[in-house]
């Protein structure tokens, strides 16, 4: 089975092999090391855009335990192995510096090239903001090229990058997946069905929901779709 996503957790993963020789509680550890510090540091983004907006203590602290402590985000890293973490630092920290036409466009470029799911901010941006848009595409664009370079060169066929992050394109959902629940009910097709009806759905939402201010659309966003 490929690495089916963007590449920059691969780095992660190069270099905790290189340490730890790649096995062992030393390369376990190294492995969830950045993800506990990515964790921690998107709490505390949180509690400081909170209480940047609200003035509240009580509930900046509540929005970071909620987070923090929410158990399946515990459970996606410290159980099942995943590295959203990751990915969700870079796209808070990037919440945080919205009004940098630079840097917020950057962290979301890196949080693309961790996960995909990035690319849900981008419709917002083409509605409101095209200035935006055309920036975050072209840090989406540049970070992912220079990261998959590497790689590129290496198999000399760029074309194994898009087999890799299309790989789970041809299977059913699976995992944490709320469309699982529903294979109790129906035939594996009809559900497939359903959630391609969810996907269109979404997609045409997305271009409809821009209206909205971001964090209200980026809330819609995520929860929709996951």
Not at 10 to 38: D, N, W
Request: some cysteine.
């Amino acid at each position: 089975m490929p690495f089916a996503y963007t590449p920059l957790y691969l780095y992660f993963l190069g270099l905790a092999r290189f340490i730890s020789g790649g096995a062992g509680p030393a390369y376990e550890f190294l492995l969830k090391l950045p993800l506990i510090i990515a964790d921690t540091a998107a709490g505390w983004i949180i509690i400081t855009q909170i209480f940047k907006q609200t003035k509240d203590s009580r509930m900046a602290l509540a929005a970071g335990a909620f987070y923090l402590f929410n158990p399946l985000i515990i459970y996606n890293v410290s159980l099942y192995g995943r590295f959203d973490q990751l990915c969700s630092f870079f796209a808070v920290a990037g919440f945080a510096l919205y009004s940098s036409a630079s840097l917020s466009p950057l962290m979301f470029a890196l949080a693309f090239s961790t996960k995909t799911y990035t690319l849900f901010f981008m419709p917002y941006f083409l509605v409101k903001d095209f200035r935006r848009f055309a920036s975050s595409l072209a840090w989406f664009t540049l970070v992912l090229v220079l990261l998959s370079l590497p790689f590129i060169i290496a198999y000399r066929n760029p074309s194994f990058m898009f087999k890799c992050m299309l790989f789970h394109t041809g299977y059913r959902p699976l995992g944490l997946s709320w469309q699982t629940v529903l294979y109790r009910f129906m035939p594996v097709a009809a559900t497939i069905k359903i959630s391609k009806a969810f996907l269109m759905a979404y997609l045409v939402t997305l271009l409809v929901f821009p209206k909205k201010d971001f964090l209200s659309y980026t809330a819609f966003s995520l929860t929709v779709f996951c």
